[in-house]
T-cell receptor, first 111, second 115 residues
Framework: KNQVEQSPQSLIILEGKNCTLQ??????????LRWYKQDTGRGPVSLTI?????NTKSNGRYTATLDADTKQSSLHITASQLSDSASYIC??????????FGKGTMLLVSP | EAGVAQSPRYKIIEKRQSVAFWCNPI?????LYWYQQILGQGPKLLIQ????????DSQLPKDRFSAERLKGVDSTLKIQPAKLEDSAVYLC?????????????FGEGSWLTVV
């Protein structure tokens, strides 16, 4: 069964600090992995998409890594801002747009 | 570029009543998805359309849920009769090509509360 596990479930950090969110998956076959940011009451918005051959991809203060051998991905947020408070969802595509979603990590950035 | 449009944004109904949600995908996007997201969980796929054909509806509770995309553009999702456990956000999403790395764009969601 395809599964995506995210950790931690929730996280509180001080504004300006860095943090790293983890995503482990058991999805086969593997096409790509995406990180989405979902603000409360809003739909998910894509942050990054990574294919099998990509190890690192950055989008501003967000940096995603992918280790296809260990089936792990991380999302690193640098110099956090209050607006980073949201749920971060890891999504793995096994082809033909068959997506497996993680439950998300709820991040709260505190002033 | 306009995003994925959904309506209504919020709906409160009593159990056993019916409700319908509407979605207009990004112009030109052939693939349309309906997801159910229960509070604290990731979205769960209900149905996926490619143009006006159904690609995957394996997790759609067909005894009470139905969806259509008659002209291959906008879509409606109906629940009849609603149960308490249907309380969730119903997300519509679209993408331009199936089975590629193209980004899937989500709408803001329709929040359903069944009382």
């Amino acid at each position: 069964k395809n599964q995506v596990e995210q950790s931690p479930q929730s996280l509180i950090i001080l504004e300006g600090k860095n943090c790293t969110l983890q995503c482990n998956y058991t999805v086969s076959p593997f096409s790509n992995l995406r990180w989405y940011k979902q603000d409360t009451g809003r739909g998910p918005v894509s942050l990054t998409i990574m294919t099998f051959s990509e190890n690192t991809k950055s989008n501003g203060r967000y940096t995603a890594t992918l280790d296809a051998d260990t089936k792990q991905s991380s999302l690193h947020i640098t110099a956090s801002q209050l607006s980073d408070s949201a749920s971060y969802i890891c999504v793995v595509n096994s082809g033909y747009s068959t997506l497996t979603f993680g439950k998300g990590t709820m991040l709260l950035v505190s002033p | 570029e306009a995003g994925v449009a959904q309506s209504p944004r919020y709906k409160i109904i009593e159990k056993r009543q019916s409700v319908a949600f509407w979605c207009n995908p990004i112009s030109g996007h052939a693939t349309l998805y309906w997801y159910q997201q229960i509070l604290g969980q990731g979205p769960k796929l209900l149905i996926q359309f490619q143009n006006n054909g159904v690609v995957d509806d394996s997790q759609l509770p067909k005894d009470r849920f139905s969806a259509e995309r008659l002209k291959g553009v906008d879509s409606t999702l109906k629940i009849q009769p609603a149960k308490l456990e249907d309380s969730a956000v119903y997300l519509c999403a679209s993408s331009s090509l199936q089975g590629t790395g193209n980004t899937i764009y989500f709408g803001e969601g329709s929040w359903l509360t069944v009382v």
